[in-house]
């Protein structure tokens, strides 16, 4: 249970915070407002540094759900800043960096958690408050970065100083366009009233918006990724895998490059398509995994299917439903709705991983018991059905 939720209150964290996303992007501003959440991975990690002074699991757990406050925040600030400082053609392209960032953190934290580096008795404190220092720094470049203009333009209606922040993203290029849309932008938020979340689920006028908002969140989280990531090394564990960290290390390899692929790819194939192909591909997968798992006892060839459907559904994550529903909100919704669309799919995502993140070592040990007791059963049986052995006379 201790284990079960380390794991998924991160994501009790994200769920409380999600809400709060909108309202403190507006209150603060963008830059502002992901400037003072660092305070709280700062103070989670902080917690979970100190776990070998005190009740390790009490430390380790409250750190956990700190920290997931602070990337509920974040990870629907985060697209909500980019999204409005991009240019309208690689908004699409620019947004999957923000996965492409997570999956590089993914990455760095495996190779760090490796024994003869930071996964050791010793060390694991420093490995679990490392974090901490990523927000610190994160906190002093954040102050390079200019308040998105389009905040301050619609919702401050600072038209010089949106300018200026402007002008600093694109350089001395004509700004004429970008500035007729905002004000365009503009006009439509002044028409269109705020939105609550309850108006956007009583509303007709969003509900086919709403349904696709919250299906991709759904189905990125119960594709079964998250269960991949989380336990990935007990996986590849099952699968017979010799080094099963290093194999484990390998899926974040193949997450990043196959994100950095992405980047490219989400703008010419389109939303729609990449995200369809990509739970198709990861279905396929999730099928030849379960296959070379559940015959593993009789081929031992069977190993190498599971790791390569493993890899497989990895890549295919990552060509479409990883990155695809954490900027598609923002384009779904107008201004007036699209604060409580975001905290309302953020809720949802959070959700769905922490269901995914509390259940799947229970379902995964209770699969591994009834193994256990039928192949008891069988040996059992093997051995009352030998004749009794004779004495020699």
């Known amino acids: 249970m201790y284990w079960s939720l380390s794991v998924s209150v991160f994501a009790v964290g994200g769920m409380i915070s999600s809400f709060t996303v909108g309202w403190i992007g507006d209150r603060l501003g963008r830059v502002k407002a992901m400037l003072v959440v660092n305070v709280l991975s700062i103070a989670g990690n902080l917690l979970m540094g100190l776990a070998k002074f005190g009740p390790s699991h009490i430390l380790i ?39 492409l960032a997570i999956v590089t953190g993914i990455l760095i934290s495996q190779v760090l958690g490796l024994d003869f580096l930071l ?45 200026k922040s402007l002008k600093r993203l694109r350089g001395n290029c004509d700004l004429m366009k970008e500035i007729a849309e905002m004000e365009k932008e503009k006009q439509e938020a002044a028409s269109e009233k705020k939105v609550s979340i309850r108006q956007l689920f009583t509303s007709s006028k969003y509900r086919q918006a709403v349904i696709v908002a919250l299906m991709v969140q759904i189905s990125q989280q119960f594709s079964g990724i998250n269960a991949i990531f989380y336990y990935s090394t007990n996986i ?34 389109g939303r729609r398509s990449l995200f369809l192909s990509g739970l198709m591909g990861m279905l396929a997968s999730a099928a030849a995994m379960t296959v070379g798992l559940v015959l593993l006892s009789q081929f031992a ?37 699209r604060p409580a669309a975001i905290a309302i799919a953020g809720f949802c995502n959070w959700t769905c991983n922490f269901i995914v993140g509390m259940c799947f070592q229970y379902i995964a040990y209770q699969k591994q018991k009834e193994s256990h007791l039928k192949r008891s059963q069988l040996c059992s049986a093997a051995r009352s059905a030998q004749p009794p052995k004779v004495p020699k006379p």
């Open 61 to 99: 757990i409250a750190g956990r759900a700190i920290v997931g406050l602070y990337c509920g925040l974040s990870s629907g600030l985060v697209p909500m800043y980019v999204s409005e400082v991009s240019p309208t053609a690689l908004r699409g392209a620019l947004g999957t960096l923000h996965q």
């Open 119 to 163: 996964g050791n008795d010793e060390m694991w404190p420093l490995l679990l408050a490392l974090s901490g220092a990523a927000a610190l720094l994160q906190f002093f470049l954040l102050l390079l970065c200019p308040e998105s203009p389009r905040y301050l333009y619609i919702k401050l209606g600072k038209v010089e100083e949106a300018k």
């Open 236 to 269: 590849f564990e099952r699968a017979g895998v010799d080094q099963p960290v290093y194999a484990t290390i390998g899926v974040g390899v193949v997450n990043t490059v196959f994100t950095v692929i992405s980047v490219f790819l989400v703008e010419k194939a």
């Open 301 to 337: 060839w069977m190993s190498y299917v599971s790791m390569v459907a493993i890899f497989l559904f990895v890549i295919f994550f990552e060509v479409g439903p990883g990155p695809i529903p954490w900027f598609i909100v923002a384009e779904l919704f107008s201004q007036g709705p």
